[in-house]
């Protein structure tokens, strides 16, 4: 009698999230990733320029309806994506050991850290127009109001090194105020950025509210920075491209972010440190009269 | 004849396009900044006194003030004849017939407050008879109140009726219809109110008995110069406005001149078209009148006291 | 015989005297320009000339900043908030003292109307002053910080030429920065009145530095080593090129760009205030004014109504001596701006738009340009597309809410807009669409200390004036 033979195990395949699906890079490449300590963990899709322009679409598309909700439903989204996270701690503690070369105590601490991230901002949401806006005292019979919105698409560039919390610390805070992102994930260790994608999709998330690309950051960010569609650019990941990319995102003036040497994601209180950039000011004027 | 309004009249008053306050106060506020001086100055000053209704309306009235009174309508200052007539005298309907004595001949019109003036809470019977009195004592021009209850309370079609029988009353003589626009408080109220006047038949629409505070002001007058011009535009039909109340000044009267030029239109720089209603602003017209022509600063003491 | 008709009534230029010649002004002191270029400033009302100033070169400039940064370090980011607010306070006071004088000064050097000096850029000033020289000592509260980011390179535009100074220099000072400021080549003579004023305010030596000049001396303003922040008022082309020369340093920018204001009106608008909201829009300073409600947005249901009244009211606006007490439109304020202005008018007609202007005469010197409307004009049009910045006006129509968002959303700028309408249902809905940085509702053109201004998108970022103006000077 035959020995049954072994199982072979159904391997991931690491796709884009781009506009609520989970396409592959048009251009039908990939990349291999491998660990911190050298070892060959998957492909990941090496995206192109054209998957830049599809995203970018996917955020404009998504951006009246996202920044239309009331800030209590993004709220209680973004707290449903920390619910969806800790869903699958394990898989996260096991990709963040993996890429970022932590032990496995250390993996599930960054991992609670990028959970509690998402509640943090979830409540976020619905506090930041009481803080950053208001009413104007103005010498005259006026109602004025400042009140933040969400600047628009803006283009993420995820910090190196941190691939889990730092990637969650720079998209949660973009988000929560209505803004649609497209961030290009860690080049070196992408597949928590695809793990996470796989969360958002699976939360109320509306499709193209969140676009995760992953591949050559010197690939990816120029078009990023250049597209005049994109409102505003967070370098957190730009390292030695940060400039180059300034200047792009100079020809449309858009809003940068520039990469901070105090990017260490451990606070668990940023503040809005990254809200506030990606955030417009409106302020309105009504006469008051009978 | 009063115009034919089609539907209802409430509806037809509250289509009238919105006032914003604030924008019309800082409209009034921006034209009262013209600056009038020299040759403007000494134009707006003879304007202004040929468009002065110099009044009187006090229960101390006698015939003896009322005879001085038209005395300085007629001659405004007896030591330089250069200086014009007023417009008109305006008085209650028993001095009537003392004012049209003194004033027989001159040329200067004769104004009687009428229906149960300032409040007009009396019945349309007492209305008219109070009419029918003033112009048979021999009144030119007959200035009527509003039922401000009524027009408050919605009845427009009351008060628009009731304008339309003092017209009728009038006969030849002119209809100024006090809207008394402190009671009305809103300038949506002030157009709309205008608006119904003039449908109904006014000659005029004037802002105020004197009586309530606030009287004219320079955006009260503003709303209803537009509807006298738009009502134009609308009809063909041109008729009066009247700020009275509180106009002491040259500087006040001249705001008003500014604000019928800006607004209406040299077409009602006439004092067909326009008047001032006020007692103790003549003086002060004099007064500025003498100084552009000595250079030298007046006092009151220059002036008669009437 | 004439009725009544307005005599001349100008204001005396007697209260302003005007050197003939003006150094820089450094280190608390007025010293001569290393560099020997000068620019003459003129009257554009006039062509004459009001005054030679210097034009700073890379030396002077370097001057300024070194003089500004030993000023931070030694003096002022040291001072007690409480007491740099005094100083910004006496500022204040000193403005309404010499108001009348400076306003006289602008309109001089400026070409716009005595009135709007008078009645707005001044008192705007010295209340912008007084706004934040109270913030000056309570910075722990504003959540934005306490610390100053050091010396501030600003250089401002030539349509408010002491109103953006104001804007520029009080939140920087009250944060405890200190400043080198650039004029507007045609306009700088304002900026060193102010200097005078710094002088009588007893300023710390070179908290305030001005340095006169053109775009060269901007350049090497906005680009010096020296400068931790650059803050700029003017057009998006030039804001362009100041973000590219900045990307890549540790400075921090804020720009405030051009705009191509949409304002639109419902047909239940008050529809006499918005006669007049439609022409300060687009006639207040010349149409000067990167704020402008350029676009009209009329309501098709409504157009008809609203078009012959708005031309009547047109009509009316006086154009001559910006010294005069009743002029409305004064002079453009230069002659490179005024063949900007023929050149894109001139476009409109090319392009199949309709014209119209009142008939009134232009004063034979001086630069000129008559209120223009420009009708059957589409989005595609150059006039509703490129910022004119003078007193055009581009008229559109639309049908319904949905549409009217879209064309005025459909610009590269997003600074102001306008809404009328008597529903404030609607005009909360429109308002909330609306991707501009003011938006405007039953009124326009009104300002205030204590109300954040600046745009969205190419129309620049950061924000003046409030709490919010605090964000660029505070790290």
């Known amino acids: ?290 | 004849m009063p115009d034919t309004i089609p539907g209802s009249l409430r509806a037809y008053l509250h289509g009238l396009p919105g006032v914003d306050e604030v924008g019309v106060q800082r409209r009034a506020a921006g034209l009262a900044t013209r600056s009038i001086k020299t040759t403007a100055k000494r134009q707006a000053i003879d304007l202004a006194i040929r468009m002065v209704d110099l009044t009187t309306l006090e229960g101390a009235d006698t015939p003896g003030k009322v005879r001085a009174l038209a005395a300085k309508a007629v001659r405004p200052d007896p030591a330089d004849p250069s200086v014009p007539s007023v417009a008109a005298l305006c008085v209650y309907p028993d001095m009537i017939s003392t004012a049209a004595r003194a004033l027989a001949g001159t040329g200067v019109g004769l104004a009687s407050v009428a229906t149960g003036f300032p409040a007009g809470r009396t019945s349309l019977e007492v209305k008219l008879s109070d009419t029918a009195t003033a112009v048979e004592a021999g009144a030119s021009e007959i200035d009527m109140v509003i039922d401000r209850g009524a027009f408050l309370a919605g009845d427009y079609a009351k008060v628009f009726d009731e304008i339309v029988a003092v017209k009728e009353q009038c006969g030849e003589a002119h209809l100024k219809v006090i809207l008394e626009t402190g009671e009305l408080v809103t300038y949506d109220n002030v157009r709309r109110a205008s608006w119904l006047a003039l449908h109904a038949g006014a000659d005029f629409i004037k802002t105020s008995t004197g009586k309530v505070t606030p009287a004219a002001t320079l955006p009260v007058t503003l709303v209803m110069l537009e509807a006298v011009r738009d009502y134009q535009a609308a009809t063909g039909r041109q008729a009066g406005v009247k700020p009275a109340g509180g106009i002491r000044t040259t500087k006040d009267a001249i705001r008003y001149l500014v604000l019928v030029k800006e607004i209406a239109g040299d077409d009602w720089l006439d004092p067909a078209w326009f008047r001032l209603g006020a007692s103790t602003l003549l003086n002060d017209l004099l007064m500025q009148r003498t100084k552009l022509g000595t250079g030298q600063y007046s006092g009151p003491d220059y002036y008669t006291i009437d | 015989m004439e009725i009544f008709e307005y005599a001349p009534a100008p204001e005396s230029r007697a209260i302003v005297s005007i050197r003939p010649s003006y150094d820089l002004f450094i280190d608390g002191e007025f010293v001569a320009a290393e560099s020997d270029r000068r620019i003459v400033s003129v009257n554009p009302a006039d062509e004459e000339p009001l005054s030679e100033v210097a034009a700073a070169g890379d030396a002077d400039v370097d001057r300024a900043f070194a003089a500004a940064r030993r000023a931070f370090e030694r003096v002022w980011s040291p001072l007690p908030g409480a007491e740099r607010g005094k100083y910004l306070f006496r500022i204040a006071r000193i403005i309404q003292e010499r108001a009348r004088e400076l306003a006289v000064l602008e309109s001089l050097d400026n070409g716009k109307p005595i009135k709007e000096t008078r009645d707005v850029d001044l008192p705007l000033v010295a209340q912008h002053f007084f706004y934040y020289a109270g913030w000056a000592d309570k910075l722990a509260h504003t959540g934005l910080g306490t610390r100053p980011l050091g010396v501030a390179a600003q250089v401002i535009p030539w349509n408010f030429p002491l109103l953006m100074l104001a804007w520029k220099v009080a939140p920087a000072l009250a944060a405890g920065n200190t400043v080198v400021l650039k004029p507007a080549e045609t306009t700088p003579l304002t900026a060193l009145a102010f200097a005078e004023i710094c002088q009588e305010a007893g300023l710390p030596p070179g908290v305030v530095n001005i340095v006169t000049g053109a775009g060269d001396t901007g350049r090497a303003v906005v680009s010096h080593p020296e400068a931790d922040k650059v803050a700029f008022t003017g057009s998006t082309e030039v804001g362009r090129q100041i973000a590219r020369a900045v990307a890549g340093t540790r400075k921090r920018l804020t720009l405030e760009l051009g705009g191509k204001g949409a304002n639109i009106v419902y047909d239940d608008a008050a529809v006499d205030q918005a006669v007049e909201g439609i022409v300060s829009g687009i006639f207040f300073n010349q149409g000067h004014v990167c704020c402008a409600g350029s676009r009209l947005l009329v309501q098709e249901s409504i157009a008809e109504e609203l078009l012959p009244r708005l031309r009547a009211r047109i009509e009316l606006l006086r154009l001559g001596d910006p010294l005069d007490k009743n002029t409305d439109i004064g002079a453009i304020n230069s002659a490179a701006q005024l063949a900007r202005i023929r050149e894109l008018a001139a476009a409109g007609e090319a392009e199949g738009a309709t014209g119209w202007s009142p008939a009134c005469p232009l004063p034979e010197r001086g630069y000129w340009f008559r209120p223009t409307v420009f009708t059957g004009v589409t989005q595609a049009h150059r006039i509703a597309r490129e910022e004119i910045f003078g007193p055009v006006l581009s008229v559109l129509t639309f049908r319904t809410p949905e549409e009217a968002v879209a064309k005025a959303n459909n610009t590269p700028y997003g600074l102001s807009a306008g809404v009328w309408t008597e529903k404030g249902s609607l005009m909360l809905w429109t308002a909330s669409r609306l991707r501009a940085g003011v938006v405007w509702s039953n009124t326009f053109n009104v300002f205030d200390p204590a109300s954040p201004f600046g745009g969205y998108k190419e129309s620049g970022y950061g924000r003046e004036g409030g709490l919010l103006g605090l964000e660029a000077y505070l790290g």
Not at chain 1, 180 to 204: C, G, H, I, K
Not at chain 1, 232 to 254: N, P, S
């Open chain 1, 1 to 290: 009698m035959a020995e049954t033979p072994p199982r072979i195990a159904v391997r991931r395949t690491y796709k884009l999230y781009v506009g609520g699906a989970f396409p592959r890079s048009e251009s039908g490449r990939s990349y291999p990733v491998t660990s911190a300590d050298g070892s060959h963990l998957a492909n990941a899709a090496l995206a192109s320029r054209k998957d830049v322009r599809d995203a970018v679409v996917a955020a404009r598309k998504a951006f009246p309806g996202w920044s239309g909700r009331t800030a209590y439903n993004r709220g209680q989204i973004l707290y449903r994506v920390a619910e969806m996270m800790e869903g699958r701690r394990e898989q996260f503690a096991a990709e963040v050991a993996a890429a970022d070369g932590v032990s496995a105590a250390r993996a599930q601490e960054l991992v609670s850290a990028a959970v509690d991230r998402w509640v943090y901002y979830a409540g976020w949401a619905d506090k930041i127009s009481q803080v950053v806006g208001g009413a104007n005292p103005v010498a005259g019979p006026f109602f004025n109001l400042s009140e933040p919105e969400p600047t628009g698409v803006v283009g993420v560039l995820a910090p190196g090194g941190s691939s889990l919390l730092g990637l969650v610390s720079v998209l949660a805070p973009v988000i929560t105020s209505g803004n649609t992102a497209v961030l290009v994930a860690d080049e070196r260790a992408p597949l928590p950025a695809v793990t996470l994608a796989e969360a958002l999709a699976t939360s109320d998330l509306p499709g193209g509210v969140a676009n995760i690309l992953t591949g050559r950051l010197a690939e990816l960010a120029p078009p990023l920075a250049g597209h005049a569609d994109v409102n505003a650019l967070d370098l957190a990941g730009a390292g030695g491209l940060a400039a180059e990319l300034e200047e792009l995102a100079a020809t449309t003036l858009k809003r940068v972010l520039r990469p901070g040497p105090e990017d260490d994601w451990a606070d668990a209180d940023p503040g809005l440190a990254r809200v506030r950039p990606f955030l417009e000011i409106k302020t309105v004027w009504h006469p008051i009269g009978r």
